[in-house]
């Protein structure tokens, strides 16, 4: 994993502007001293979702999401950090240091290899439309596929023999050299009588990463032969199990329908797309992953998992399942959908139709949770002693789930169905894991919130808090982490013009959804905020003698405690005053 230095991080984000890179998908609307829009991470009919672009921060009231620029890119297009940061500072101009780039050849042998991948794109592409791919193109207008899916979607056909694509990036003298690269690229292996192209006489789907660019083929043999899918070996572009066939093409559509189809090959993903279904994504013709699952929970929370009726679709459904276990929350409503035997959805399509096939995504895919105990059910068997596997089983699956509701929830269901009561749950230490990561909520009161809000919007206001301040949050590990570094970034003389928001977001990433909504709240007036230290500073003060003191510090504290309820009396007057003033003028 890439390290950039901070004041590289620093430099990229002060060269973007968020507003522009959200205002691209989210229509934003001046809303005091933020914007707002509807929220693009979750269905909402007024807008919950704020920028401040002030602070360059974002966060959905609605569904908890923020951050900033970086976790935008993540969140919204499925970036990853580095690929995030290099994206801006290039869209910046900024070079990425050569600490980072580890071989600073490295941007130029990319953008090359990308160029040749879309240029053996093309090629195919321009094989199928030509006099050899006319049994290719017979075989694709038998499967009823349109031209506009074809070509959108790079369909192409590798001839037999051997030698296409090192005529296709002929280059006179430099064969060797080139011949090596397209080896590199997966199009052309390495025997013992020289190089040979991988794919022969193959219809060709081209695959995608998830910023569009070309990675790799898929080739589908034409009539009989092994194996009938062949994909591109794994390349330093190609890494199978994290992609997903369709991603890039369908992420927006997915997003705007809010639907979400996960299916088996490249066929079925076109086929849905050819009636006006492009929600299809699939894997590479392998067992669907944990990354890609967890790609799919980002991009939809509620997706829907075809699989064959018959025993290999179950199986593969099981195997999807339990991948997908740990990655569960109680917010993911993942479905799962069991199509006839001997039917795919290729099939499907065709013989009923899009609507037809919408409607058994609606109506027949059942919830996981559903899918999860037919499926125990049915490894265990019948009887007493497969009551006794079922719960068994059950039990050991559930240790892998992270969300302790959510595992609460489905233990008691177990329990109902089996009439055994499971191992009483242990509580797990909840290492710092993706749980906090994903931005599991920290508990706050509404004083604690509005009090953090404040002093985050106006950081002049830590230095002027009194001392006993600092042990505000003792109660609360999480917070009084992040409480106390604000402190001391603030107590540094000389970090006056620090952002501390931006200084904490990048050492508790794990907060910056929480951070982004303090910024994003309603501004809090300084009267306002004047109230709410008094507050904190009571309820500390009522919490120490709670936790029994001599009776010297007893005495003194409740006298100041007397001396703030006065000031918080005065404080309320003049704060009414004002309202009084604002309604009458
Ligand atoms: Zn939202």
Redesign the pocket.
């Known amino acids: 994993m890439a390290n950039f230095s901070p004041a590289f991080l620093d430099e990229v984000i002060s060269r973007t502007d968020i507003v522009d890179l959200i205002a691209r998908h989210v229509e934003l609307k001046k809303a005091g001293s933020n914007l707002m829009g509807l929220?693009p991470?979750?269905h909402?009919k007024s807008p919950?979702?704020s920028v401040s672009a002030d602070k360059q921060l974002y966060y959905?009231f609605?569904?908890g999401?923020g951050g900033g620029p970086f976790q935008f890119l993540m969140d919204h297009d499925g970036y990853a950090f580095p690929e995030a940061v290099e994206y801006l500072a290039e869209k910046a101009g900024m070079e990425i240091p050569a600490a980072v780039r580890q071989d600073p050849g490295e941007n130029e042998r990319n953008r090359k290899a990308q160029e040749m991948l879309a240029g053996a794109s093309d090629a195919f592409a321009r094989m199928l439309a030509g006099e050899q791919g006319r049994k290719a193109r017979d075989y694709l207008k038998q499967r009823g596929m349109p031209e506009a899916i074809i070509r959108d979607y790079g369909l192409g056909y590798a001839p037999p023999g051997y030698g296409f694509m090192q005529k296709v990036f002929a280059a006179a003298g430099r064969e060797q050299q080139v011949s090596a690269r397209l080896e590199a690229l997966g199009l052309l292996f390495k025997g013992e009588r020289g190089y040979g192209d991988r794919f022969r006489d193959r219809l060709m789907f081209t695959i995608r990463d998830r910023r569009g660019h070309v990675v790799g083929f898929g080739g589908r043999v034409l009539g009989e032969g092994e194996p009938k899918y062949l994909n591109s070996p794994e390349t330093s572009w190609f890494h199978k199990s994290d992609l997903l066939y369709g991603f890039s093409e369908h992420r927006d559509t997915i997003r705007k329908r809010k639907q979400l189809v996960i299916v088996e090959g490249y066929m079925d993903v076109l086929a849905l797309a050819a009636h006006d279904l492009k929600i299809g994504l699939a894997p590479l013709g392998t067992a669907i992953g944990e990354r890609q699952i967890r790609e799919i929970l980002r991009l939809h929370d509620a997706p829907i998992f075809c699989f064959d009726g018959d025993r290999a679709g179950r199986q593969a459904a099981w195997r999807a399942l339990e991948r997908m276990l740990p990655l569960l929350k109680a917010e993911y409503t993942p479905r799962f959908l069991y199509l006839p035997e001997g039917e795919d959805p290729d099939s499907l399509l065709k013989s009923e139709g899009g609507e037809a096939f919408e409607n058994r995504l609606n109506h027949d895919a059942q919830p996981v949770l559903a899918t999860w105990l037919a499926g125990l059910k049915l490894l265990a068997g019948t009887g007493a002693d497969g009551r006794a596997r079922m719960a068994k089983k059950a039990d050991a699956m559930l240790k892998s789930m992270e969300d302790t509701y959510l595992r609460q929830a489905w233990r008691q269901e177990v329990e109902q169905a089996t009439g055994i009561s499971l191992q009483h749950e242990m509580c797990r230490p909840s290492a710092r894991s993706d749980a906090v990561a994903a931005g599991e909520a920290v508990q706050l009161t509404h004083l604690q919130e509005n009090f953090l809000t404040a002093l985050m919007q106006k950081p002049e206001r830590f230095r002027e808090l009194p001392d006993m301040a600092a042990d505000f949050f003792v109660d609360n590990e999480r917070i009084q982490a992040l409480y106390s570094r604000a402190f001391s970034i603030k107590a540094d003389a000389e970090a006056e013009t620090i952002d501390i928001a931006r200084q904490l977001i990048r050492e508790f990433p794990e907060d910056q959804a929480m951070i982004s909504r303090w910024i994003n709240q309603a501004p809090v007036q300084d009267i306002e905020y004047k109230s709410l230290l008094l507050d904190m500073e009571a309820n500390d003060i009522r919490r120490r003698i709670k936790r029994g003191l001599s009776l010297d510090d007893s005495v003194r504290l409740q006298k100041r405690l007397g001396e703030l309820q006065g000031q918080q009396r005065k404080l309320s007057e003049q704060l009414n005053a004002e309202k009084a003033d604002n309604t009458g003028a």
């Open positions: 929220c991470f979750h909402e919950s979702f959905c609605g569904c999401k």
